[in-house]
């Protein structure tokens, strides 16, 4: 077939070079089982498992991001006024569901083609929380005695909320998809270290200690319960399996210790409800542990409905809500560059060209901006729970993930799952979220192995961008007087752009790391910054490397054969931009020899 595919192309055929197509066919299937043998995959990036076992993986997939991309809008329902219309809050959990599942489907398809499901990122959520402190107190939240000018007063207070971030993150997404597309990606993280990459998201997941620790303060028993149980599943009982019928066993605490805790503190919430040993009184401490605080809330809610642009209202857009979202953009891009290196790793694929991260990047860039037109409250980025459980099914299909994504859509169509979801009572989220954000700043520490910890100029980096980066905002946050310039738009962009602590911690990292002298061993750059283009740098040669696995899903016999598409730095041709320096020197050489 590839013979006669290449007779029909070129009717002027080189038998040798017929020769050379097929061998270079048989070499890279040969490579590809090599590489699925040494990582002792199952199911390698490009195979497509049998249906059934395709179903359970991309259901097992779900699960397992299922509560990263629930409690976000939980955790931000309070900061914009929706946490009591659980009917309006489960909308906008079927959004971030929906949502999800068209990136990740884009990502996988057409991005970087790698086996990672896109999510709600802490990222965008600093910021956003860092732009409602200062729209000031909500008002009181609904009862059952609500009127309806108090309901009109609750939905036109957090959908003026909410299009204030929409825009914000369509505007720094914009930044980000022209970022990832024009190839500023790959010039950028020249300047970008582990050091600037461990501080930035370790900043991250310690500014969200606070939040948690509110949340999980409405009833600490049941946050510590979950909490416990979380780490009891993930972390002991990990290596038990359940029997099941046909003498099967199912390993569900490795798979889901998150589900599980959060089922069984939900059941135990439910007894002591109806026990009545939660107080009744809305004020009293306990009472946000009921189970039966909204019993409306799933019978309102629609059977179908599906999320669509604009559906909150206007966007707003304002300078300063802009460069708070930028710092998450950014922070989310050097997080999401690590995690194509790490999933390619872990599915037996070759390293990630720059063409598949520059495209990668700018299709995360689209998916924002997709997801604040359709008004998640939140971007998106790629999820590690995902690469996770590709190291524990030893699968990396790629179908699975897009199965997953299908799943996630499907979800996000059905109101009354959504409202069941929204009505999760609040102990339970601020449990669950105690450990998210925990591996979040641990994830971000995990990046310093990199570098040499011995090195005082690595102590001082690091300590001092941590100490700015969490003083410099919780400072600006607490006392938003003293910033006072006069004019109100300074004063708004001064106080989100200083009192968003990954922005700050990160921009001085960056800064100290790249103006205090240091080797890049030292610094970590010689195993950040692997080579990952198709040529070897060192000797000049062609690796033989196959990567055909990040080509598109079509079109690739056009893309080969126009050569313009070797400027385009997301086309698989792309040459890189020593290619136009190479172009310089060849006419340079020319004009000098005519002279």
């Known amino acids: 077939m590839a013979n006669n595919h290449f007779r029909d192309k070129n009717e002027n055929y080189d038998e040798s070079k017929i020769e050379e197509f097929t061998l270079e066919t048989t070499d890279g299937d040969r490579r590809k089982d090599e590489s699925k043998k040494t990582s002792g995959l199952v ?30 809008p939980l955790i931000l329902s309070p900061f914009i006024c929706l946490d009591s219309d659980k009917v ?91 970022i990832g597309f024009s190839g500023i990606c790959g010039f950028l993280m020249r300047f970008i270290g582990p050091i600037t990459v461990g501080s930035t998201i370790s900043i991250i997941g310690i500014s969200l200690f606070p939040i948690a620790k509110d949340i999980s303060s409405s009833h600490w028993g049941i946050a510590a319960l979950t909490t416990f149980q979380i780490i009891l599943y993930s972390q002991v009982l990990e290596r038990f399996s359940i029997p099941c019928p046909g003498g099967r066993k199912f390993s569900a605490f490795r798979f889901f210790p998150v589900l599980l805790a959060m089922l069984s503190s939900w ?97 995360e860039g689209l998916g924002c901006i997709i997801a604040g037109l359709m ?19 030893k699968t990396s299909s790629r179908i699975v993930a897009q199965g997953t994504a299908i799943l996630l859509i499907l979800v996000g169509l059905f109101g009354k799952i959504n409202a069941v979801f929204s009505t999760i009572p609040h102990p339970i989220v601020g449990g669950v979220v105690v450990i998210t954000f925990s591996i979040v700043a641990s994830v971000g520490l995990s990046n310093l192995q990199l570098i040499d910890m011995n090195s005082p100029r690595n102590y001082v980096v690091f300590g001092f961008s941590l100490f ?20 109100d738009v300074i004063d708004q962009l001064l106080k989100i752009s200083l ?27 010689l195993v950040w910054q692997e080579s990952n283009d198709d040529n070897d740098q060192t000797t000049g040669k062609e690796t033989m490397v196959d990567k055909s696995c990040y080509d598109l899903p079509f079109g690739m016999n056009y893309i080969r054969e126009w050569k313009w598409t070797r400027y385009l730095p997301f086309s698989p041709t792309f040459e890189g931009f020593h290619f136009f320096k190479r172009g310089y020197l060849r006419m340079r050489h020319s004009f000098k020899s005519d002279l």
């Open 267 to 363: 059941g135990i919430c439910g007894i002591l409800t109806a026990a009545n040993v939660f107080p009744e009184e809305s004020d009293a401490y306990g009472y946000e542990a009921r189970t039966d605080i909204y019993p409306d809330a799933v019978k309102n809610a629609p059977w179908f409905r599906v999320p669509y642009p604009g559906q909150w209202g206007m966007l707003r857009v304002t300078s300063a809500g802009y460069l708070g979202m930028l710092a998450g953009a950014l922070a989310s891009i050097t997080e999401s560059i690590g995690d194509y290196q790490a999933c390619a790793r872990i599915s037996g694929a070759p390293p990630v060209p720059s063409h598949a991260i520059n495209r990668g990047i700018g299709m």
């Open 43 to 72: 199911y390698g990036i490009e195979e497509r498992p049998p249906l059934p076992t395709l179903c359970m993986l991309s259901a097992q997939l779900f699960l397992a991001v299922f509560s990263g991309i629930l409690t976000t």
């Open 375 to 393: 008004g998640s409250g939140n971007g998106s980025t790629s999820y590690g729970e995902s690469i996770a459980i590709i190291g524990l099914t």
């Open 468 to 487: 700015i980066g969490l003083s410099i905002p919780d400072y600006v946050n607490t006392n938003p007087e003293v910033i006072n310039t006069g004019v």
């Open 88 to 178: 309006a809050l489960s909308e906008v959990v079927a959004t971030n569901f929906f949502v999800s599942g068209l990136i990740t489907f884009l990502q996988s398809t057409f991005g970087c083609r790698l086996p990672i499901i896109q999510g709600a990122s802490a990222a965008y959520l600093l910021p956003a929380i860092v732009m409602m402190g200062f729209k000031g107190e909500c008002p009181p939240p609904l009862t059952a005695n609500s009127t309806a000018e108090e309901h009109e007063m609750i939905t036109e207070e957090w959908k003026g909320r909410m299009c204030e971030i929409q825009g914000a993150i369509v505007l720094a997404c914009l930044t980000q998809f022209i």
């Open 499 to 525: 009192g968003t602590s990954m922005f700050i911690g990160g921009l001085t990292a960056c800064l100290l790391d790249n103006l205090i002298p240091g080797t890049d061993e030292e610094r970590g750059i």
